[in-house]
């Protein structure tokens, strides 16, 4: 089955800076790609996804990457705001194919947003 | 515009019991899908539903069941509670089963297990 490895686990960053979260994941069949946003006691949050037929999609501060060939993306935010710390998960899955195994997650990332 | 709707909230159980979640999905959803969260971890699939059939099911044991009534409300069962079962159990919906995408997600419900 699919694996996700996201990385890193721990990002702190000043008001401001720049934040970069970094997904890889094993089955190239993968094919939708989302990101959520999960605050403390809160449910997880879509903040932006990108299907494998797109490299690159922007939603004003956000920003994904996506590279097939080496099996990765990213999730770029731009002048983060303390409204942005949150633990971030990178997620992966098959659409279209028939199948149903669900999303497969990564880990999470706890983004700290220093002012 | 009603979301993701998940009961109870918050649930406390002893090792060998049985419970009961709930769970709403959004209006003109078909498909629920069922989470696990365990602290400090992603969600981990356990079944996804459409129409009232399993469409999918992650690396749980027969203890976890689940089903869809014809409203597309959907519940999930677990039996024999162990303690590790503590978790926040999400359900999410979504259009359709055909694909993954698009993934709704409710409050969640706290399970502890003692």
């Known amino acids: 089955g699919e694996n996700v490895e996201q990385h890193p686990s721990t990002l702190s960053v000043q008001e401001g800076d720049s934040a970069v979260i970094k997904c890889t994941y094993s089955?190239?069949?993968?094919?939708?790609f989302p990101w959520y946003k999960q605050e403390l006691g809160k449910r997880p949050q879509l903040i932006i996804d990108i299907r494998s037929n797109v490299g690159e999609k922007k939603d004003q501060r956000i920003a994904v990457t996506l590279n097939k060939t080496a099996k990765h993306f990213s999730l770029h935010i731009t002048e983060t705001q303390p409204e942005d710390s949150a633990v971030y998960f990178c997620?992966?899955?098959?659409?279209?194919?028939?199948?149903?195994?669900?999303?497969?997650f990564g880990k999470g990332t706890h983004l700290i947003i220093q002012p | 515009d009603a979301g993701v709707t998940q009961s109870p909230t918050h649930l406390i159980k002893t090792r060998g019991q049985h419970v009961t979640l709930r769970c709403s999905p959004i209006s003109g959803h078909k498909s629920v899908s069922w989470y696990q969260q365990v602290l400090g971890q992603g969600p981990q699939f356990i079944f996804q539903?459409?129409?009232?059939?399993?469409?999918g099911r992650g690396n749980f044991p027969d203890r976890f069941s689940a089903r869809q009534f014809p409203n597309y409300s959907s519940e999930l069962n677990v039996n024999a509670l162990l303690l590790g079962d503590s978790a926040l159990y999400l359900c999410?919906?979504?259009?359709?089963?055909?694909?993954?995408?698009?993934?709704?997600f409710g409050p969640g419900t706290r399970l502890t297990v003692l």
């Open positions: 539903y459409y129409e009232k059939e399993e469409r």
């Open positions: 999410a919906s979504s259009l359709d089963a055909y694909s993954s995408d698009t993934q709704y």
């Open positions: 089955d190239s069949a993968s094919n939708y």
């Open positions: 997620a992966a899955s098959i659409i279209g194919g028939g199948g149903a195994d669900g999303l497969t």
